[in-house]
């Protein structure tokens, strides 16, 4: 098997094609390329030239000056079009002394991956939360039980069929093999959270260019995942309206001058705008600037909130609040959601199994996707090694690998808190936008 894999992250502002090693000292970045991103509007890939022309170039680049030749790719996924329900499923069980076996638990998962959904959508994966056996509630493995009766509670991710072959197709007229989609939260948390955090309870929230995702886990297993339809490139949109500049500009005030609390903002500062068109500069102070900063992240927030509380998981964040993704870096943010939110919070970047010779570029919150999908596609290879059959522990099932081209194929790459009031829904009537895991469709990309 080859010691590289390669992934691919196809975000808003930026697309991200990277090949990564696994060593000793832990997971290596071997090639890092990343360009402007065209064609993908928060998280969804909506003009597949417009993707290709920003993707290719990285792929090129660095085939060109690391000498490594791209072949199979772990693809990041996103976007507002892709849902969560949760679902139960009941069986009556012919002789109660019989042991719940892994095939009985597996042919539940079977079943609810079947289940009926709407024209042009697709259940993308299922990931188990508990059973329940006679009267014993809530276990987390009922293999090895027995009882005259099994419920299994589900989490179904569901997605636009369009939405996910689109991200396909731009992987296949690349001339690659796509290996996995897998979703980007997944990837970043993978990355960043640690296994105490993942197990006393934790929400990583990242924030993107397009999108802020949020993913709650408990107890190591994925409780609720929410896609907010704002991020990083909002913030900057509010302060070009807002202070009358350039979009470049706008992004330049928030990066270098900008901070999400206004209260510490100080007055006398100020910013020069130059003048467009001949007209005269003028001044901005710090103030206004974190002003405007601050009303986008607190609306992001109040979204996030609302999406903790209706996970039923608001009291069990023992961890509290990781925040990661390229907008985490706003100035004071932590401390702002600290206070907003009533949860402890920390600014993450890749931290889990990082080699220490791996390029400055990953180590920042903006990266934390593109390393988390190279870890995830290094766990894909374990477990098609194993070949361990098992419903809730292996990330990627292999009846949901994509296959094209022969079967010995390496994949990869190879190389010559205080409680808040109870909150309305921020959005109205928009929907809560839910985030998938997983593609197990079988199209070749």
Do not use: W
């Not at 991200?16 to 997971?27: F, M, N, Q």
Request: hydrophobic content about 35%; some cysteine.
């Amino acid at each position: 098997m080859s010691n590289y894999v390669a992934a691919i992250d196809l975000g808003t502002t930026k697309v991200v094609t990277l090949v990564g090693e696994r060593t000793d000292s832990g997971y290596r970045i071997v090639a890092f390329r990343e360009a402007p991103s065209k064609g993908v509007l928060r998280g969804e890939v909506v003009n597949i030239q417009s993707v290709l022309d920003s993707l290719q170039p990285t792929i090129e680049d660095i085939k060109r000056e690391e000498s490594i030749e791209i072949n199979e790719v772990y693809v990041g996924i996103a976007g507002q079009n892709i849902k969560c329900v949760s679902q139960r499923l009941s069986r009556n069980r012919g002789r109660a002394d019989n042991l719940i076996s892994d095939s009985e638990i597996d042919d539940m998962m079977r079943e609810m991956s079947n289940s009926r959904v709407n024209a042009g959508e697709k259940i993308l994966h299922v990931i188990p939360q508990s059973f329940n056996v006679d009267d014993h509630i809530g276990v987390d493995n009922a293999k090895g039980m027995t009882g005259t009766r099994i419920e299994g509670d589900y989490k179904l991710f569901i997605g636009k069929i369009n939405s996910v072959e689109h991200s396909k197709l731009v992987i296949n007229r690349a001339g690659l093999r796509l290996r996995e989609l897998i979703l980007e939260p997944v990837a970043s948390a993978k990355a960043v959270l640690s296994e105490d955090e993942t197990e006393l309870g934790v929400a990583m929230i990242d924030i993107g260019g397009g999108t802020t995702d949020l993913l709650i886990y408990h107890n190591n297993i994925i409780r609720h995942t929410a896609v907010i339809p704002f991020g990083g490139n909002s913030i900057t949109e509010d302060l070009r309206q807002g202070c009358g500049v350039s979009l470049k500009n706008a992004e330049q005030m928030k990066i270098q001058y900008g901070s999400c609390y206004s209260e510490y903002a100080p007055e006398n500062k100020t910013v020069i705008i130059p003048g467009i068109g001949g007209r005269e500069s003028r001044e901005v102070s710090f103030k206004v600037i974190a002003g405007i900063i601050e009303a986008r992240v607190e609306e992001i927030l109040e979204a996030v909130m609302y999406e903790i509380e209706n996970s039923g998981y608001m009291d069990k964040l023992g961890a509290g609040i990781v925040i990661t993704g390229g907008g985490s870096q706003l100035t004071n943010l932590r401390q702002f959601i600290k206070v907003k939110t009533g949860y402890d919070a920390r600014i993450a970047s890749p931290i889990n199994n990082i080699s220490y010779d791996t390029p400055s570029e990953i180590c920042r919150p903006g990266s934390s996707t593109a390393f988390g999908l190279i870890m995830l596609g290094f766990e894909n290879q374990d477990s098609m090694v194993n070949e361990t059959p098992s419903c809730t522990s292996t990330l990627f099932p292999e009846s949901e690998l994509t296959s094209t081209g022969s079967s010995d194929h390496t994949p990869g790459a190879t190389s010559a808190r205080e409680k808040p009031a109870r909150r309305k829904n921020p959005f109205g009537n928009i929907p809560s936008f839910i985030g998938s895991i997983f593609d197990n469709t079988n199209n070749e990309a």
